[in-house]
């Protein structure tokens, strides 16, 4: 395999930026991103099916897909295993746990979504997918990206946290702080002009100093 060739197999999608296109057959029907217009998606790949971390972190996710829905966000599984390997699997977590999985899986055997957003790590594995989660926007923007490794499962409650935080950001300009929940202060943009700085103290915010201000929404 050449440079060239490792570079576009194993290429990364970048943050705002568009993500990657993809048309693909799931256990709800063929999927493309064009389908989530509109909608926030949680896109997050898993490393095979019938595996004992990756059928916890589905379970969760199903557990909570009605929170999602809340903030208008829908969820979207991936892994390099066959459809009929999915549905078996979705199948069994219903016989064995009791827990439906709403939300469809793609099916990725010839890895060209995996490979399209970086979700294959040759340290890791050269034909399965690690625990990568993209976070897409309505308009199909990519907007956040996290990656955990094989051997350990993600926090559902923290794509929830995630999604909100950005969903206030874009809706009132705003930053937000470490571990920032619905409810709390959110950061006040930095100004931008030594005019900006100087009046900042004076507008009303809870302020430390002129570059450091939060207020409620």
């Known amino acids: 395999m050449t440079e060239s060739t490792q570079t576009t197999e194993f290429a990364m999608p970048r943050l705002n930026e568009r993500a990657p296109e993809f048309n693909a057959p799931t256990t709800h029907g063929v999927k493309s991103l064009k389908d989530y217009e509109g909608q926030w998606l949680v896109l997050f790949s898993h490393p095979a099916d019938f ?3 990756c059928t916890t972190e589905f379970m969760a996710f199903a557990r909570r897909a009605d929170d999602f829905k809340a903030i208008n966000t829908e969820l979207l599984g991936l892994s390099i295993d066959s459809h009929y390997s999915h549905l078996a699997w ?3 977590i219903k016989e064995k746990f009791d827990v439906d999985i709403p939300f469809p899986i793609i ?3 010839d890895m060209k979504v995996a ?3 970086g979700m294959i790590h040759p340290g890791a594995a050269d034909t399965s997918a690690v625990r990568a989660t993209f ?3 309505p ?5 956040a990206m996290v990656y955990y490794p094989m051997s350990n499962g993600r926090s559902i409650d923290e794509f929830i946290r995630l999604v909100t935080a950005l969903q206030t950001s874009d809706e009132h300009g705003v930053a937000t702080p470490e571990n920032w929940q619905p409810g709390d202060k959110v950061i006040v943009p930095p100004p931008a002009t030594a005019e900006a700085a100087e009046a900042r103290m004076n507008e009303g915010h809870e302020c430390v100093d002129w570059y450091f201000c939060k207020k409620s929404l």
Request: hydrophobic share 40%; net charge positive.
């Open 51 to 53: 595996t004992p971390v």
């Open 90 to 92: 979705v199948r069994n």
């Open 107 to 109: 099916a990725d055997l």
């Open 115 to 117: 490979k399209s957003y």
């Open 135 to 137: 976070i897409i926007d």
């Open 139 to 143: 308009k199909g923007v990519l907007r």
